[in-house]
């Protein structure tokens, strides 16, 4: 379908991880001017502000499931604010924050669609840890596993019995830094793994079209999160966790342009992206060009 309405929604928390700096990107994005960069492209765009959530104490007594108390609260204030925007007709175009929340935005999404929806998620990490195998604790290392109904029952059931996406609805894209475990569960899973060295060999344009065809049989609509670290260092310092050898931009905007132009886009998101670690505003103009890019693309979708 082709995408003339956008809704920017922000998500300025920090629940599923530790540190500074990724809950004020909403903010930051906004300031360096995301909203009128996608109003030159020619679309409709609306802000519809941040979520907001009462958090319940942090609770870091777990040291192999941190905090998920306030991960639950916030993923269940979420899914209700994509689900509006959806049905008020507009693309959810959302800004965080960190990856912890990805089970709220899924829900949010399938309360409004009735279609099988499949995720691309752009990362350098797999987030696919369980309190198993996690070396840290951090919901937000864990979050894929939980989308796909691994973990605890009070993060994999919060809003249907789990899982929420099917393992082959779901396509790891730009991967490079797994821990042996989480390895593991990957190989031994349905889960499409598109990492680096496979992104340098064919592409990223390709890379991206070798997902939709994956995705295709078991799908009616994408979802694509990206956290910004599937970006190299050496294209993106804003970064709270870098790592090596990553997409350039121009390998991103590549992707983005292939997956906005195929029409199977429901809704997107930036994520991670730390204001603190960008203190001349150099780094927020190329988040805000990649979605830019995206929302062309979409613009000129089949």
């Not at 175009?93 to 990856?99: A, K, M, V, Y």
């Not at 999404?109 to 279609?115: C, D, F, S, T, V």
Request: net charge negative; hydrophobic share 45%; glycine share 10%.
């Amino acid at each position: 379908m082709t995408v003339s309405r956008i809704g920017v929604l922000g998500i300025p928390f920090n629940v599923g991880w530790k540190g500074e700096g990724i809950d004020e990107a909403p903010q930051a994005l906004r300031a360096a001017g995301l909203v009128q960069q996608l109003r030159s492209v020619g679309l409709e765009v609306r802000d519809l502000g941040d979520v907001e959530c009462r958090l319940p104490e942090r609770d870091w007594s777990n040291p192999k499931l941190l905090n998920p108390a306030q991960v639950i609260a916030l993923c269940k204030e979420i899914a209700p604010r994509v689900a509006e925007c959806v049905r008020s007709g507009l693309f959810p175009l959302i800004l965080g924050g960190e990856d912890g929340i990805l089970m709220g935005i899924v829900a949010g999404l399938q309360q409004a669609l009735n279609k099988r929806i499949g995720l691309i998620y752009l990362d350098a990490h797999g987030d696919f840890n369980t309190p198993e195998t996690t070396p840290s604790g951090l919901i937000g290392g864990m979050n894929v596993a939980m989308v796909a109904g691994r973990g605890p029952e009070e993060l994999t059931t919060i809003f249907v019995d789990k899982p929420q996406l099917p393992e082959e609805a779901i396509v790891l894209f730009g991967t490079r830094d797994l821990d042996p475990p989480e390895k593991l569960a990957l190989e031994n899973s349905k889960v499409t793994v598109l990492s680096m060295d496979h992104i340098k060999k064919v592409g990223a344009g390709e890379a991206m079209r070798k997902a939709l065809k994956i995705l295709k049989p078991h799908v009616d609509t994408v979802y694509l999160h990206m956290d910004v670290d599937v970006l190299g260092p050496e294209d993106m310092s804003a970064l709270i966790l870098p790592v090596a050898d990553g997409l350039t931009l121009t390998d991103c905007a590549s992707g983005l342009e292939v997956v906005g132009e195929s029409g199977m886009l429901c809704g997107a998101a930036f994520m991670v992206f730390n204001a603190r670690k960008d203190p001349t505003g150099s780094e927020a103009p190329k988040i805000i060009g990649l979605a830019k890019h995206l929302a062309q693309s979409m613009k000129h979708s089949t």
